[in-house]
Structure formats: C-alpha cells, structure tokens
C-alpha cells in the first residue's frame, strides 16, 4: 500500500507538472490566478497545500471547497469524509460553463494506508453534480478503515479551464 502512495503521489507531482500552461506571460497570470488559495483561517504549522478543517480551498472563478468533519460510522469500521463545495462558474477548456461533482481523489490514514472508497454506506447528502452558483453543503462519503487512526489525509484534484491539475491535501483529525 506504502508503494502505490508513494507512486500516485508522484504522478500527481508529474501531471501537475507536465499540465502547467508553458506559453506567454498573459497565460501564465491565468494559470496563477486559477492556482489562487484562500483561506478563512490561518494555520501557524499550514504547509504550502495542506490544510486543516474549515479551511476553504478554492480555484479563482471556479469552485470552493472545504472539509466539515471526518467521523467514525456507528460500527467503527469505516471513516465518513463531510464536506461543502460551490460551483463559482466551473468552465471546460473551451470556455463553456460545465457542471461539477467532486469527490476525493484518495484517503490516507496514519499509517499511510490507501483506504477504499465503502461502498454499502448510505448517505442522504451523497456527493451532487452542480451548475453554476449551486453548493453541495455536508456532502458525505465513508472510507473502509483499515488501521484505527486520529488523522486523515483527504486529496482533491480538479482540471481547471486551463487545463492545469489543481490539487490539495487536507490533514484532518478524526472526531
């Protein structure tokens, strides 16, 4: 499990890199601009691309994310993954407005397990397709524990209309 972390992670590194626009300066302002990062809080220990719960993650003109909770089923045999994000006018690379849905790209526990998406959990607020202006409040998704663990390590990617991967790495305690 170790091996195919490690390996996804360094894809990521690699498409990130390879997706960056490499054209004239006009171009580069936008990719930055759709790199743009806020935050509603600030972390003393936040690392560049990592954030904490309440944190909101956003791609300029495109959408916000941020972390509610991460809590253990009645069972304990499985982590639920809550979260919020916003459709603010998401665009294909062609310029048309498009829908979107986001879910996490992977889950990591403390011990740097990849855990599974658990797909006998039922959820009433299940991640959502969204137009423009639209916000999935407390979307859920549960993961299969694998080794107990009080930390979690939520990836998101997204293509932004530039063509560029833009991921981030939430660290969130397990209530």
Known sequence: MKKLLGTMLILVVIITACGAPK??????????K??????????ENEVENNF?????????????????SVKMTEDKKSFVVKYTYKNNG???EDGKEKEI???????????????????????????????KGETCE???LAYK???????LKVQFSYLSSDGAQQS????????
């Open 145 to 151: 524990m694998i080794d107990k663990s009080d930390m």
């Open 90 to 92: 998401a665009k294909s």
């Open 52 to 68: 904490s719960k309440d944190v909101v993650w956003s791609v300029a003109d495109e959408l916000e994310l941020k972390i509610d």
């Open 23 to 32: 054209e004239e300066n006009n171009k580069k302002e936008s990719s930055t």
């Open 101 to 131: 849905i986001i879910e996490p790209s992977f889950v990591v526990d403390k011990g740097e397990n990849t855990l599974d998406k658990d797909t006998l959990f039922k959820s009433e607020n299940a991640p959502k397709s969204l137009k």
């Open 34 to 43: 759709a790199q743009e990062i806020s935050t509603t809080q600030k972390e």
């Open 168 to 175: 981030v790495t939430f660290e969130i305690p397990v209530e």
């Open 138 to 140: 407390g979307a859920e």
